[in-house]
């Protein structure tokens, strides 16, 4: 029986089993795998403390410090909770467990484009995160894939830094906001409209890619240093309808505290209805849910508590 079963090892999950092991609760983070969100981002830039640092050497960092407090990690992917007796049954593709609360922070996936050369130039020129990746390609050739908020932002900041832009969409109307739209064509940036890419190519790094006009079918290569795939991201939280409020995007409905609609179960991180999918955002979710977690199994109302403490007992 643990007293707390964390869903998910990206930095609101690991962060959160900080928290709940300083606090001497009996902390199990179960998940497929380590955040693939921050592993595949080439460099971070904008987290603290860190001027720059390669994605994977980050969260690996955030794993360490989890073990180091005595946190039990196993790699086996959550496929159905169910409440028992003031208690949770979480089941894996492997076994059971048990645990007295449980916090949902398992996060989101890109959706990608599934076509040659996606994944093998993934992290190699490849990216879903323009705010995490944006400065690596300072005077270069990019393109931004996809039609919505997500990709108009991405092309916004990218003018600013990279030498050209091109915005790929497989339409001739954008999704996003109108205002954005105008906003964007004030910029140096080239729309490529009707138009989709079917293939990335390179040798060790992107070299170029292979877009098709949806229209006339005609294939033409572009040579381009990064691409951008801003087409949204899917929040995979079908195993846990019914038992927690899901808003009309399926992310977790959550309060202040993080609490859900379920008592004994919070969320945090990009799983959650909060704004801001941000690494340093998602690990501060992670603590408050590894703190409301402690109050809940002791009783004790959240209130504003200043902690500045050293963490790590001797």
């Not at 830039?45 to 005595?70: S, T």
């Not at 379920?262 to 590894?290: L, M, R, S």
């Amino acid at each position: 029986m643990y007293d707390v079963i964390i869903v998910g090892a990206g930095p609101a999950g690991l962060t959160a089993a900080i928290y709940t092991s300083i606090r001497n609760l009996k902390t199990l983070v179960l998940s497929k795998g380590l955040s693939d969100q921050v592993l595949e981002a080439s460099y971070i830039e904008n987290y603290p403390g860190f001027e720059k640092i390669e994605g994977y050497k980050l969260i690996q960092k955030f794993e360490e410090q989890v073990r180091d407090f005595g946190v039990e990690i196993i790699l086996e992917e959550v496929i159905e909770i169910t409440p028992k007796n003031k208690e949770f049954i979480v089941k894996t593709t492997e076994k059971e467990y048990k645990s007295r609360t449980i916090i949902l922070a398992f996060g989101k996936t890109p959706r990608t484009l599934n076509i040659p050369g996606e994944k093998e130039f993934t992290g190699k020129g490849i990216s879903y995160c323009a705010n995490c990746d944006a400065p690596l390609f300072r005077d270069k050739t990019v393109a931004v894939i996809g039609g919505g908020n997500a990709a108009l932002d991405a092309a916004l900041l990218l003018n600013d830094i990279a030498k050209k832009v091109y915005l790929v969409h497989r339409r001739d109307e954008f999704r996003g906001f109108e205002s954005l739209v105008e906003e964007v064509k004030k910029k140096n940036v080239e729309f490529i409209l009707n138009s989709v890419v079917t293939e990335f190519k390179g040798a060790e790094l992107l070299k170029s890619m292979i877009i098709e006009n949806v229209n006339t079918k005609e294939k033409k290569e572009l040579k381009v240093d990064g691409v951008f795939i801003e087409i949204g991201s899917e929040v995979k939280t079908d195993f846990i309808k019914g038992l927690v409020e899901l808003d009309d995007n399926n992310y977790i409905v959550i309060n202040n505290n993080c609490e859900t609609s379920h008592p004994g179960i919070f969320a945090a991180g990009d799983v959650t209805n909060i704004p801001f999918k941000q690494i340093v955002v998602a690990a501060g979710e992670g603590a408050k849910a590894g703190l409301n977690a402690y109050n809940y199994l002791h009783g004790i109302k959240p209130t504003i508590v200043m902690d500045w403490r050293k963490m790590k007992w001797s």
